[in-house]
């Protein structure tokens, strides 16, 4: 399968606990993004990455939650000391940078987070 | 005021007939706008691109009109495997960030 994939698919934690998501992007894809969607809504911006470098984040990220893509291959999404609020579908895209074909963002099948 | 609006439905459509959804953005520096669909507990797919001179893809046709900030649309001769939700979506140049609707629940009955 040579599309986006994430891991866990789901993940139940106690409130308070420590979380950490991992994403495999598209094999040529050098930008990687975070979003997420809550029952009822679209996908909300998080963060994105163009190679390794952290370009932008949204303010919903706030300092319990922090995103790595240390060799611009995978990603890793980490959100500390969990709240309820935080229960959510933590969806990963990727696509090639402007330029340098299609930039269409492919979305990998998420990890449902639920905080208890 | 969110940044792109759609009416959340659902709307519930028997099979063969035309269906028309909206959408509305409050960016006027958006440069890329989408229509995605998302089958229930999936991830979002690209359905299409739309363009100003608008752009058609089978049954499909989006629209865009840039003075109003309004995209548009129209799926004809609907089938079952169409029930989804439709996400309009708007990103800036070089589409590094989507802005997401809430998405419109459509359900085609037999």
């Known amino acids: 399968d040579t599309g986006v994939s994430q891991n866990p698919r789901h993940k139940i934690t106690k409130r308070g606990q420590n979380v950490t998501f991992r994403c495999d992007p598209i094999?040529?894809?050098?930008?990687l993004y975070w979003y997420r969607q809550t029952l009822g809504q679209g996908p909300e911006f998080l963060t994105y990455?163009?190679?390794?470098?952290?370009?932008?984040k949204s303010r919903l990220l706030s300092d319990r939650f922090s995103a790595e893509r240390p060799k611009g291959s995978f990603s890793t999404l980490e959100i500390q000391r969990t709240e309820q609020g935080d229960s959510a579908m933590y969806l990963c895209?990727?696509?090639?940078?402007?330029?340098?074909?299609?930039?269409?963002?492919?979305f990998g099948p998420g990890t449902r987070l639920t905080v208890t | 005021r969110k940044e792109v609006e759609q009416d959340p439905g659902p709307f519930n459509v028997p099979e063969g007939a035309t269906v028309a959804f909206n959408c509305t953005y409050s960016?006027?520096?958006?440069?890329?706008f989408f229509w995605y669909r998302q089958d229930c507990r999936k991830e979002p797919k690209l359905l299409m691109s739309?363009?100003?001179s608008g752009n058609e893809d089978g049954r499909f046709t989006a629209q865009l009109n840039r003075a109003s900030q309004y995209i548009s649309l129209l799926i004809r001769d609907s089938k079952l495997s169409d029930s989804a939700t439709y996400l309009c979506?708007?990103?800036?140049?070089?589409?590094?960030?989507?802005?997401f609707g809430t998405g419109t629940r459509l359900t085609i009955i037999p």
């Open positions: 960016n006027s520096a958006s440069q890329s």
């Open positions: 990455f163009q190679n390794e470098a952290q370009l932008e």
């Open positions: 979506v708007v990103g800036r140049f070089g589409n590094e960030k989507l802005t």
């Open positions: 895209a990727s696509s090639l940078a402007p330029g340098q074909g299609s930039d269409e963002q492919y």
């Open positions: 739309v363009y100003s």
């Open positions: 094999s040529e894809h050098n930008r």
